[in-house]
């Protein structure tokens, strides 16, 4: 790699990091009270996600560890925001899935954090966010790569 492309990368990956630090920061700030930025996470995958997902497939859609995932799991059942049983073919396993409630928690999460991340879109302009979506997806799928 040259030293421009190096640069670059530093640069680059330096904006995204800082991007990702300041996002974090202000959607927790309006998550609704009790919620953690990894609790509305994994409540909107699983409020897309078509059926159940066992704690290790989310681990691994959220590149964690089993127990972190478990850990924010066993939070969300305590909130009753996720349903948690055991896998009917194999008594090892558990499946887990949105709860009515953890549903509802979702849609007020969105509600909340919508309005802030609209209005800096909205300042960035529409077309150039929708420009950036597939450098940024590209990226993503290339450091899934590396693991």
């Not at 991007?19 to 996470?41: C, I, W, Y």
């Not at 969300?76 to 194999?90: A, F, K, M, T, Y």
């Amino acid at each position: 790699m040259s030293r421009p492309t190096e640069a670059l990368a530093v640069s680059l990956f330096s904006e995204i990091l800082a991007v990702d630090q300041l996002a974090r920061n202000t959607m927790a700030r309006v998550l609704p009270k009790g919620m953690e930025l990894s609790h509305f996470s994994v409540l909107n995958h699983l409020a897309f996600a078509q059926g159940e997902r066992s704690p290790a497939q989310l681990a691994r859609t959220f590149h964690l560890s089993r127990s972190a995932m478990t850990n924010t799991l066993g939070k969300l059942e305590w909130n009753g925001w996720v349903h948690i049983r055991p896998d009917w073919e194999d008594a090892r396993r558990k499946m887990v899935s949105i709860s009515a409630s953890g549903q509802v928690a979702r849609d007020a999460a969105v509600a909340s954090i919508t309005p802030l991340i609209s209005d800096v879109v909205d300042r960035v302009g529409a077309e150039r966010a929708r420009a950036a979506l597939p450098i940024l997806r590209e990226l993503r799928l290339r450091l899934g790569e590396v693991d």
